[in-house]
């Protein structure tokens, strides 16, 4: 088991930034991948970012060149910064760890919410 603890979401004005972490419980040196999903208010949880183990990573179309996802395993932490927030940011952020391929583990959630 693993247990991840998220940290860092808010409120924030249009246009500002936020910086969110997600520490687990144990080692995520040789985590498969991990990664932030969000799920707004009467829609499902989709990808925001996710970075394997080699390092790569991918976003969703809609924060590409906006958000960054980093990981520090040293720290057991995953990290997203998120700039040039838009209104249609605001959701409940998770953090993701994949050990394997199929098996994940799921965060709390945070919320974050852009104001107009």
């Known amino acids: 088991q693993v247990q991840l603890v998220e940290s860092g979401g808010g409120l924030v004005q249009a246009g500002g930034s936020l910086g969110l972490s997600c520490t687990a419980s144990r080692s995520i040196r040789s985590a498969y991948a991990m990664g932030w999903y969000r799920q707004a208010p009467g829609k499902q949880r989709e990808l925001v970012a996710v970075i394997i183990s080699g390092g790569g990573t991918t976003y969703a179309d809609s924060v590409k060149g906006r958000f960054t996802i980093s990981r520090d395993n040293a720290k057991n932490t995953v990290y997203l910064q998120m700039n040039s927030l838009k209104p249609e940011d605001t959701a409940v952020y998770y953090c993701?760890?994949?050990?394997?391929?199929?098996?994940?583990?799921w965060g709390k959630g945070t919320l974050v919410t852009v104001s107009s």
């Open positions: 993701n760890v994949r050990p394997l391929p199929g098996v994940d583990y």
